[in-house]
């Protein structure tokens, strides 16, 4: 009897969070899940650590809330506008979407650049429905 093969396996979509301390090698086990890209925002450091490595991203520049999308330049553009292409190609022809884990690193980071959108930069007050469309975010 012919054992069965795992590579045949079709399984839902999963959703990894990685924790902890800076420096303990949250990035480099992402880079080691099948073809990555990863969406770093502009204010954290993973691009340090993903720097010499063939790993394809984008720079997130901003949360892109509100309809307010950066329109991505040279691999540098708002998170929605970076989903909205990535959603794209995978559409356009999903055998040829070049990647199989797509990586948002530093959640930490990338809160406070929603903070940032939804303030416009500390020039609006964060009310009650600010922090519930934070939190649904």
Not at 100 to 108: V, Y
Request: net charge negative.
């Amino acid at each position: 009897m012919p054992p069965r093969n795992a590579k045949d396996i079709v399984a839902p979509w999963t959703h990894w969070f990685l924790y902890g301390e800076s420096g303990s090698g949250k990035t480099m086990s992402d880079f080691s899940f099948p073809r990555p890209c990863f969406l770093v925002p502009y204010n954290e450091q993973s691009i340090t650590t993903l720097r010499g490595l063939d790993a394809p991203y984008y720079e997130v520049t901003s949360a892109g809330e509100s309809g307010k999308e950066q329109a991505i330049v040279d691999g540098a553009g708002s998170l929605m506008s970076i989903i909205l292409e990535l959603e794209t190609l995978y559409y356009k022809d999903i055998d040829a979407f070049p990647y199989e884990t797509i990586i948002i690193e530093s959640l930490t980071h990338y809160s406070d650049l929603v903070m940032e959108d939804m303030t416009r930069g500390g020039k609006v007050f964060m009310d009650q429905g600010k922090w519930g469309s934070f939190l649904a975010h």
